[in-house]
């Protein structure tokens, strides 16, 4: 499986699932804020790290199964996959609030 494959079925696809069931939720400007934010802080937390290990080849990525496009020594697809992972997190986070508040509301 390529690396972009595996971006659009295990994150895109339900990203796009949850955004559906959750549309109303996304009228709160709070939750881009902190989407904003938690994105922010997965790129700066994990890009130094996953830059160094593979720099320092502890892993590496098959350049036949991504596009090809570095930025530093990482691919292109890992840093979507900080974005897209954060905010999937996200959207469980509001799911799971929102049927808290269904729950014991």
Not at 1 to 24: A, D, E, K, N, W
Not at 78 to 95: D, K, N, P
Request: aromatic share 20%.
């Amino acid at each position: 499986m390529t690396y972009p494959l595996f971006l659009l079925v295990y994150l895109v696809l339900p990203i796009l699932l949850l955004g559906f069931l959750l549309r109303r939720e996304w009228r709160h400007a709070w939750w881009f804020r902190a989407a904003a934010f938690t994105i922010a802080l997965a790129l700066l937390y994990t890009t130094p790290w996953d830059n160094y290990l593979v720099a320092t080849q502890v892993w590496f990525y098959d350049p036949t199964r991504v596009w090809n496009i570095i930025l530093g020594w990482v691919p292109l697809e890992e840093y979507l996959f900080f974005v897209l992972q954060t905010i999937l997190t996200g959207l469980v986070v509001a799911g799971l609030l929102k049927w808290e508040r269904r729950a014991h509301g």
